[in-house]
């Protein structure tokens, strides 16, 4: 069902249920009201007639009839029944045996002193009345009883109107209800009409924010973000591709170059070896390519597919000295802490030790790579939330412009192209840094050095 469907049904139902609810408590109430004033008006008239027949001496009952049959009943006509002290009846207004009464309800008058009730059609009131002229102070009961007829008529009025109120307020409100959900999703529609011109090729086109306020506006400029981080990581997937085929095809160009001067002539053992020699280190070269790139391709994984534990930072570090210093015996790495941490937890973080290797390694191996010395000052701090790893050397420094840049894949500065390398370790560290929920930054003076800064969050 669409939604604008489902909207309208809902809102048909809560405005049917509301309107409803009030016309039924309007109806009921209405009734209730009626039966009331009724029955005050039969209990003024049974009292009326009482008093004008016991009181007034100059009425008799045959004038009190008269006078019964042309002013009392001009609103209604009430039947009236007087009883005496032994129940007899001492006057009614119409046949006494056209009035319903029962010895039983005349008693319960008795002992209540006053009654209502409906009886079929009609209410009935009866009340006692005393002679307080008379010195025997008789108790006489009167019964009045009437059909509403004019007020069951108003009521029946105000139900058909109400009925005919509810129906075409129910119309009205599907109607409406049709009209409202079309233009409140309109901006909706709009936008998926907009989204489905978008290809792959046509990313640059953007959603219209409209009123740039409201939640669909808020909707299409997350979109319009959206497309943008997506159309990013296109232009980075296609300048890594080309890059990463450029780094390729340099060594192997190289090797094919190598190959066909060793064939174009016959040559000595010792040229053989040569060659083989020169060959091997552009093969040496394409490993270490390769391998970089498989690095990249694993810290590209997605964030769930990373195992995490507790992981101090500290041994990671000397390990990672330990096995530079072997591989570069030239190399000098030094570590210190700034401060001992009094709590392990400080110095340790929710990660991937393998993941974090790599991110130091490379950060050690560039800091001793980059300067004349071959030295890198590793410093560990920590605060109340993070542990922080700095990675210093005096070496040649980055230039400010190229800074933005050097944590992109295949990015090497410009001052960096007679050192040996391939632009991705850094493009790794950051995205591992990500992935530890972590910040990359680097502090840097030309021809004066660099400090990497890694934040990442320690446990608590
Ligand atoms: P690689 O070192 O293999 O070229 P990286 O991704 O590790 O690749 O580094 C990217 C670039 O950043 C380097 O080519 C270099 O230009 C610059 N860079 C990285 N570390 C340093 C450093 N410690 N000092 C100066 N420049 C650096």
């Not at 534990?309 to 700034?338: G, W």
Request: aromatic share 8%.
């Amino acid at each position: 069902m669409k939604i604008r469907t489902k909207i309208a049904i809902q809102f048909t139902i809560i405005v049917a249920t509301i309107l409803a609810i009030f016309s039924l408590s309007i109806y009921y109430l209405s009734e209730t009201y009626r039966q009331q004033e009724f029955y005050n008006s039969l209990k003024d008239r049974a009292l009326t007639t009482a008093r004008l027949l016991i009181k007034e001496k100059e009425i008799d009952k045959k004038l009190l009839k008269i006078i019964d049959r042309n002013t009392l009943t001009t609103l209604y006509a009430a039947q009236v029944l007087v009883f005496n002290d032994s129940n007899q009846v001492a006057y009614s207004n119409y046949e006494a045996d056209t009035i319903y009464y029962s010895r039983e309800l005349i008693n319960r008058i008795r002992t209540d002193r006053y009654v209502e009730e409906t009886i079929g059609e009609k209410q009935v009131v009866g009340s006692m009345y005393r002679d307080t002229n008379d010195s025997l102070q008789k108790n006489y009961v009167v019964l009045a009883q009437a059909d509403d007829i004019y007020g069951k008529l108003k009521l029946a009025n105000i139900k058909n109107t109400m009925i005919t109120g509810f129906f075409s307020a129910i119309i009205l409100t599907i109607i409406f209800g049709f009209l409202f959900a079309s233009s409140s999703l309109r901006p909706i529609s709009d936008i998926n009409k907009e989204i489905s011109n978008i290809t792959a090729y046509s990313l640059k086109k953007k959603l219209n924010t409209g009123n740039k306020k409201d939640e669909i506006a808020t909707l299409a400029i997350n979109f319009n973000r959206m497309l943008a981080r997506i159309e990013k990581s296109f232009e980075l997937q296609k300048s890594f591709v080309s890059n990463a085929s450029h780094e390729l095809r340099t060594p192997l160009a190289a090797q094919k170059s190598e190959i066909q001067i060793a064939l174009e002539k016959d040559r000595s053992a010792e040229e053989y070896q040569e060659i083989l020699k020169a060959l091997s280190v552009d093969n040496q070269r394409l490993i270490q390519l390769t391998n970089g790139l498989l690095q990249l391709a694993k810290s590209e994984k997605s964030d769930e597919e990373v195992s995490m534990a507790p992981t101090r930072i500290d041994p990671i570090l000397f390990s990672v000295q330990e096995e530079i210093i072997n591989q570069h015996s030239d190399y000098k790495v030094n570590i210190d802490f700034e401060e001992i941490p009094d709590d392990d937890n400080w110095v340790t973080v929710n990660g991937n030790t393998q993941l974090l290797r790599t991110v130091f390694y490379n950060l050690i191996e560039n800091a001793c790579k980059y300067s004349k010395n071959k030295q890198a000052d590793v410093r560990i701090k920590f605060n109340k939330a993070n542990c922080l790893i700095a990675v210093s050397d005096t070496g040649i420094g980055i230039p400010k412009n190229e800074v933005e840049k050097i944590f992109e894949p295949f990015y090497r500065t410009q001052n960096a192209a007679s050192y040996h390398g391939y632009g991705i370790g850094l493009s790794i560290c950051k995205r591992i840094v990500d992935i530890h929920n972590g910040k990359i930054s680097v502090r840097t003076e030309l021809g004066k050095g660099s400090t990497f800064v890694v934040i990442i969050p320690h446990i608590n």
